[in-house]
């Protein structure tokens, strides 16, 4: 074996750092292997320092024929597949809302429903939630981890003490918690100030006792403003109901993590303590506008893949989620399936009228005069004509041989 050099990517050797000698450079950049696995075969033969040219040989053809093996045959109906390899585990899934893994009263929507939700390219949620990872002390220490729930949890008014109407004197009159708001961090003070911020009515603060009125005396709309008083949110963010805090393990360690209902994904990364490498939530629509199509894509490829796991489903091929989750997001949008979205924006006529409202489709297409080229499979299918994958998409022809 020659002498051993740092692999630093110089004429086609691997650029990770490994140690391996020119010999086993060679036998390795040989194969057709992608960057990533010849990487991963030079990691493996740096590790054992008994493993001869040969042998690398070997473990580098033999990754080769794995890679070569796994990989679609041209004209394949990679589609068609995917579509049979999700929908038919999808008639095990269950209809129902399961508790969250492990997170005691928050309630996620799992199996068929969510399947759907993520398709269907939903808007929101009917479960949102977020998973809010923390960083340095927040992590560790209770306290600090229970200052940003404070910041994330979204505080109303009978969180904060007792709300009472004084029908006589037209009074709305507020106890406040001095306990509760030294917790959250919030004194008597502003709370009066968000009210006449957000009601428009001037109140006395005394103390712990914080009082207001209509300006006119009047039973409806006092009752108005005790409404009004229990929607403000005077910390927090709205959109966030509860948090759960959680104490669990990872890889080095165990750390504080944070479940919350509802979701708010933009404002809780630019907390201070929330660690936005790793925090996430299941609104899809939220991660594109916030980390781009990109995060956007891996998450619906992880949702769906952890719907599956969840109803013991682990066997379908991450890859026929990875097609899916392609399909939805090729354009740099979010797009269902569904007639909303990619069927409904397909080219041909026929396969357009064949998924969901047909007569509209065929009519349409016959007013503005639209041509189908019957490319694709199902219009293939409607007219009778072999479709164009695998052996239908060859010709063969007759001809003289010149003699």
Known sequence: ??????????????????DVSDDVVAVVEDTDLPRRLKDEVYGTVESREDVTVEEADEIARAVEARYLDTRVDPLDPVGTVSAQSIGEPGTQLTMNTFHYAGVAEIDVTQGLPRLIELVDARKTPDTPMMTVYLE????????KAHEVVWKIEATKILALGDVSTNVADMRVQISLNRDTLEERMITPEEVAEIIEDSLGVETVQNGAAVEFGPEEPSYRDLLQLVEELREITFKGIEEVSRVVIRREEVDDGEEFVLYTEGSAFGDVLSIEGVDASRSTCNNIHEIHRNLGIEAARETIIEETNDTLKEQGLENVNVRHLMLVADIMTNRGEIESIGRHGISGSKDSVLARAAFEVTVNHLLNAAIHGEVDDLNGVTENVIVGKPIKLGTGDVDLRMGSTGR
């Open 1 to 18: 074996m020659t002498e051993s050099r740092s692999a630093v990517g110089a004429g086609g050797a691997p650029g990770n750092g490994y």
């Open 136 to 143: 340095d002390e927040y992590a560790t220490e209770r306290e």
